[in-house]
């Protein structure tokens, strides 16, 4: 599989098969993923995985505090303003028209969110974390190493569902994680096979037209 390949291969996966995942390939995929760029090398991720039962005590603990907790950062800016308004909107709109789930239906919505603190049934959970002293410039190589890891799993045969809903829930993963106490959570990942059969799995989001967003200047 190529780079192209890959990248369009991947996407968001919200539904996953109980097929497990090697720990061995988890760990390849992780330490290959480390050649992603750094600034000044200063590798800036931590990272941690959970499968079995370890995940399965976090799930429970966030099962009882559905409100979540004090966030560190905010995932949206407050006020979302356009483009951006609109596109967050439709993105979900057609995400719950792909499993039938009408707006006016507000609790299936409200079910199928809380699938996040499952992983959407993956067998594995990543953490991404990084040392809350460390600025924009570590926050983006932090997202150049996830990328590589969405990459590498699919190059793998795996799939991948990145996760800012974790960041609602930094006490509870720190605990579980042993997380020093001057890191933060950035973000979580799913890891696992794509349910194939899952109407969810079948939908891809929509990009806008690259000349809305980019300039070409000086070429022939």
């Known amino acids: 599989m190529n780079v192209s390949e890959a990248v369009e291969r991947r996407i968001s996966v919200r539904a996953y098969t109980d097929q ?8 390849e995929i992780l330490e290959r993923a480390a050649r992603a760029p750094s600034g000044g090398n200063l590798q800036p991720w931590r990272v941690y995985a959970l499968a079995g039962e370890p995940l399965k005590a976090l799930a429970a603990d966030v099962a009882k505090n559905p409100m979540g907790e004090p966030m560190e950062y905010d995932v949206y800016p407050p006020n979302l303003w356009d483009p951006f308004r609109t596109r967050r909107f439709e993105n979900g709109e057609q995400l719950y028209a792909s499993i039938s789930v009408p707006r006016e239906d507000k609790a299936a919505r409200l079910r199928w969110f809380a699938r996040n603190a499952e992983f959407f049934g993956a067998p594995v959970g990543l953490f991404f974390c990084l040392d809350r002293k460390l600025g924009p410039p570590q926050w983006a190589d932090l997202g150049m190493y996830m990328q590589t890891v969405m990459l590498l799993a699919v190059e793998r045969g795996l799939d991948t569902c990145a996760q800012e809903f974790w960041a609602r829930y930094p006490l509870t993963v720190a605990r579980h994680c042993g997380l020093p106490e001057d890191h933060m959570v950035f973000s979580g990942m ?22 809305t967003w980019c300039e070409l200047k000086g070429f022939e």
Not at 20 to 27: E, H, I, S
Not at 190 to 201: Q, T
């Open 20 to 27: 497990p995942v090697a720990g061995a390939v988890v760990a």
């Open 190 to 211: 799913a890891l696992g096979y794509r349910d194939e059969a899952h109407p969810i799995n079948a939908w891809r989001s929509t990009r806008d037209r690259m000349d």
